[in-house]
């Protein structure tokens, strides 16, 4: 079955260090995209970063980088340099891009950035 | 260029009621979305249109909701009757289409049901 699984519920990190978020994900399809997004308390879904199931390379969005590792079907979210601006939910998501092109979200991680 | 749009930002219904949401994505996107998201759980995809047409609405509850996407633009969301169960956000979102399948989302609409 289709699965996103996000194991950290909160995680804390001080401000200007690294942190790297968790996403391990299921499917049997060869062909599919992860995604991050990031949620402020405002509520607004924010799309940070895509990897495609093909992708040689990691991707890389200025601060924000994704640890993809397909064997062992892992895409963790690495930010560097955190800031205070950057608490918020943290969702990882898949989209199949085969069948019904389903996009499916994890329970997500809650960042919490110290001053 | 504009975001997607949701209207209205919140509504507070009794139960057996009926309620719409309203979206208009971002122009040119052909791909949109209706996701539920739960207090405290990620969305939940409840129906994904391509134009005018439906290519996923395996998790949409058919026997009291339903969604259309007039002239691939516009969608509105409907529930009837409303259960406690469905108070959460109702999130809109879009897709460029053509290779890059990033979705861009509204503010949401808080659903309560009392």
Not at chain 1, 4 to 20: D, L, N, S
Not at chain 2, 14 to 39: D, M
Not at chain 2, 88 to 102: D, F, H, I, K, N
């Amino acid at each position: 079955a289709q699965k996103i699984t996000q194991t950290q519920p909160g995680m804390f990190v001080q401000e200007k260090e690294a942190v790297t978020l968790d996403c391990t994900y299921d499917t049997s399809d060869p062909s599919y995209g992860l995604f991050w997004y990031k949620q402020p308390s405002s509520g607004e879904m924010i799309f940070l970063i895509y990897q495609g199931s093909y992708d040689q390379q990691n991707a890389t969005e200025g601060r924000y980088s994704l640890n993809f590792q397909k064997a062992r079907k892992s895409a963790n979210l690495v930010i560097s340099a955190s800031q205070l601006g950057d608490s918020a939910m943290y969702f990882c998501a898949m989209r199949l891009n085969t069948g019904g092109f389903k996009t499916i979200f994890g329970a997500g991680t809650r960042l919490f950035v110290k001053a | 260029e504009a975001g997607v749009a949701q209207s209205p930002r919140y509504k507070i219904i009794e139960k057996r009621q009926s309620v719409a949401f309203w979206c208009n994505p971002i122009s040119g996107h052909a791909t949109l979305y209706w996701y539920q998201q739960i207090l405290g759980q990620g969305p939940k995809l409840l129906i994904q249109f391509q134009n005018n047409g439906v290519v996923d609405d395996s998790q949409l509850p058919k026997d009291r909701f339903s969604a259309e996407r007039l002239k691939g633009v516009d969608s509105t969301l409907k529930i009837q009757p409303a259960k406690l169960e469905d108070s959460a956000v109702y999130l809109c979102a879009s897709s460029p289409g053509q290779g890059r399948y990033e979705q861009y989302f509204g503010p949401g609409t808080r659903l309560t049901v009392t």
